[in-house]
Nanobody, 119 residues
Framework: QVQLVESGGGLVQAGGSLRLSCVASGRTLSSYAMGWFRQAPGKEREFVAAISWSGGVTRYADSVKGRFTISRDNAKNTVYLQMNSLKPEDTAVYYC????????????WGQGTQVTVSS
């Protein structure tokens, strides 16, 4: 069974950057699409970004397009989310998740990492 562990969250000032990592153990990620989601206090979880198994196709929520970049290193079984120009509204718990394809539902989720952006 796969386990996903996120890291890299923290407290940053508005305009700053963070890079989140999601490492998989128990099974390789190389055959799966991966996504990042976030959930702010009192709000529903929302899609942030996704990447195909090869890394050749990426998708982003409009709210992060141009600021966030998703990437992956299949040799390291790791997916990244580079977050630049952070805004207070990006504050949330960020989760990575695994899916069979970009069009499939996400079946495995990590525990999340907190990102807090101060104004």
């Amino acid at each position: 069974q796969v386990q996903l562990v996120e890291s890299g969250g923290g407290l940053v000032q508005a305009g700053g950057s963070l890079r989140l990592s999601c490492v998989a153990s128990g099974r390789t990620l190389s055959s799966y699409a991966m996504g990042w989601f976030r959930q702010a206090p009192g709000k529903e979880r929302e899609f942030v970004a996704a990447i195909s198994w090869s890394g050749g196709v990426t998708r982003y929520a409009d709210s992060v397009k141009g600021r966030f970049t998703i990437s992956r290193d299949n040799a390291k079984n790791t997916v990244y989310l580079q977050m630049n120009s952070l805004k207070p509204e990006d504050t949330a718990v960020y989760y990575c998740a695994r899916s069979l394809t970009l069009s499939s539902s996400y079946g495995y989720w990590g525990q999340g990492t907190q990102v807090t952006v101060s104004s």
